[in-house]
């Protein structure tokens, strides 16, 4: 059997690029490039040069020689010595022990922002990905300091005795700040998973909703937050939704979309619609914080086309002032104080049920 050319397609099938890692049109000007002469090789690179910097192709650039082509081609980036990738680890340290525990894409944004790495897939994947692996299993890092929301460990469960039950009972036991110690109703919607477990260090505090969309939020998903409005509305309180999610074509499309739905479903339900608002990100707070940007996906996004400028990631916040952010939205309705006393008496009541499990006849938690 004939052996295929790299690239060759397999009948009238174009060769799967995406599923060994490389880019399509990459691919493709690789593979022309291959086939050219020299001299047509050497008038086709400054159109690429062009094309790969965003700028209109030049008319009247030199003609680069072949030895210009070699020359450029025989450059490899050079690798970096030991010391600047202790250097690395040790900025990793700092970012990670400034604001635990962080996600990975975190980490990474952090380093960009300070400039110790550049931007690219290529140092995500290969440099702060690979690092941190290599530092949690060489125990220079602890796991706990790195979390993993799109994956979990599911696991029912279960207590030997009525005396273990009744106890775990007692430290499990909670009274609903948002439903004592505020007027309104609230929830809190992030429109990313893996930034879930940050948000949720601070709304199961107040005991408020945390809605994650993981994207444009389902009918089914957003009939659930109705439902909830709608009890909150025979109730007598107002129903307020603060909305987390990145600066790109969709991301500044959900909150719309969050309203548009509610306030139908609402309407045919007959109570009144939520209050919502886009908290983070926005412009100001990109030019704020310094924040890398991103080209904006316009191919194939139909909701690109009226969206201007680059797109910035909701990962690429501090931690620390996406925690504050939360935490500041959630106090307009329930304050500090009010909180203080719920969780005092909480303490007396939970307090009791432990003197009850301790009481219980039969065998003793262990």
């Not at 680069?64 to 990738?85: E, H």
């Not at 620390?320 to 006393?341: D, F, G, K, P, Q």
């Given at each position: 059997m004939a052996k295929r050319a790299p690239g060759q397609s397999v009948g009238n099938r174009e060769p799967d690029w995406a599923s060994h890692g490389i880019d399509k049109?990459?691919?493709?000007?690789?593979?022309?490039?291959?086939?050219l002469s020299e001299d047509e090789f050497a008038a086709r690179l400054p159109q690429l040069v062009a094309e790969k910097a965003g700028v209109p192709a030049p008319t009247d650039a030199p003609t680069p020689t072949t030895?210009?082509?070699?020359?450029?081609?025989?450059?490899?980036?050079?690798?970096?010595?030991?010391?600047?990738?202790?250097?690395?680890?040790?900025?990793?340290?700092e970012v990670v022990e400034e604001d635990p525990p962080?996600?990975?894409?975190?980490?990474?944004?952090?380093?960009?922002?300070?400039?110790?790495?550049?931007?690219?897939?290529?140092?995500?994947?290969?440099?702060?990905?690979?690092?941190?692996?290599?530092?949690?299993?060489?125990?220079?890092?602890?796991?706990?300091?790195?979390?993993?929301e799109s994956r979990r460990r599911r696991i029912?469960?279960?207590?030997?005795?009525?005396?273990?039950?009744?106890?775990?009972?007692?430290?499990?036991?909670?009274r609903s700040a948002l439903r004592e110690a505020s007027s309104d109703y609230i929830e809190i919607w992030c429109e990313k998973e893996a930034l879930a477990g940050l948000l949720w260090d601070v709304t199961s505090e107040y005991d408020v909703p945390l809605m994650v969309s993981k994207g444009m939020p389902s009918l089914t998903f957003l009939h659930?937050?109705?439902?909830?409005?709608?009890?909150?509305?025979?109730?007598?309180?107002?129903?307020?939704?603060?909305?987390?999610g990145d600066h790109d074509p969709s991301g500044v499309l959900i909150p719309r979309t969050i309203k548009s739905r509610l306030d139908e479903m609402c309407e045919r339900s007959g109570?009144?619609?939520?209050?919502?608002?886009?908290?983070?990100?926005?412009e100001e707070?990109?030019?704020?914080?310094?924040?890398?940007?991103?080209?904006?996906?316009?191919?194939?996004?139909?909701?690109?086309?009226?969206?201007?400028?680059?797109?910035?990631?909701?990962?690429?916040l501090p931690p620390s002032e996406l925690r504050a952010m939360v935490r500041e939205v959630?106090?307009?309705?329930?304050?500090?104080?009010?909180?203080?006393?719920?969780?005092?008496?909480?303490?007396?009541?939970?307090?009791?049920?432990?003197?009850?499990?301790?009481?219980?006849?039969?065998?003793?938690?262990?």
């Amino acid at each position: 059997m004939a052996k295929r050319a790299p690239g060759q397609s397999v009948g009238n099938r174009e060769p799967d690029w995406a599923s060994h890692g490389i880019d399509k049109k990459l691919a493709k000007d690789a593979l022309e490039l291959a086939a050219l002469s020299e001299d047509e090789f050497a008038a086709r690179l400054p159109q690429l040069v062009a094309e790969k910097a965003g700028v209109p192709a030049p008319t009247d650039a030199p003609t680069p020689t072949t030895a210009d082509i070699s020359w450029a081609c025989s450059i490899k980036p050079a690798r970096r010595s030991k010391a600047d990738i202790e250097a690395i680890k040790d900025a990793i340290l700092e970012v990670v022990e400034e604001d635990p525990p962080m996600t990975v894409r975190q980490v990474f944004y952090q380093l960009v922002v300070r400039g110790v790495i550049e931007k690219t897939e290529k140092e995500y994947q290969g440099t702060v990905i690979r690092l941190l692996t290599d530092m949690r299993l060489n125990n220079d890092l602890p796991f706990s300091y790195i979390v993993d929301e799109s994956r979990r460990r599911r696991i029912t469960e279960t207590y030997d005795n009525l005396t273990e039950a009744v106890d775990a009972c007692a430290r499990f036991y909670r009274r609903s700040a948002l439903r004592e110690a505020s007027s309104d109703y609230i929830e809190i919607w992030c429109e990313k998973e893996a930034l879930a477990g940050l948000l949720w260090d601070v709304t199961s505090e107040y005991d408020v909703p945390l809605m994650v969309s993981k994207g444009m939020p389902s009918l089914t998903f957003l009939h659930g937050t109705a439902e909830e409005i709608r009890k909150a509305d025979e109730a007598g309180q107002f129903t307020y939704i603060y909305q987390f999610g990145d600066h790109d074509p969709s991301g500044v499309l959900i909150p719309r979309t969050i309203k548009s739905r509610l306030d139908e479903m609402c309407e045919r339900s007959g109570c009144t619609g939520p209050i919502i608002q886009r908290v983070a990100l926005t412009e100001e707070q990109i030019s704020e914080f310094n924040l890398p940007t991103r080209p904006t996906k316009r191919e194939g996004n139909r909701h690109a086309h009226s969206f201007e400028g680059e797109s910035v990631e909701l990962d690429a916040l501090p931690p620390s002032e996406l925690r504050a952010m939360v935490r500041e939205v959630i106090e307009r309705h329930i304050t500090e104080e009010a909180l203080t006393t719920l969780r005092t008496a909480e303490e007396s009541e939970r307090e009791l049920l432990s003197a009850w499990a301790a009481n219980l006849p039969g065998e003793a938690a262990p």
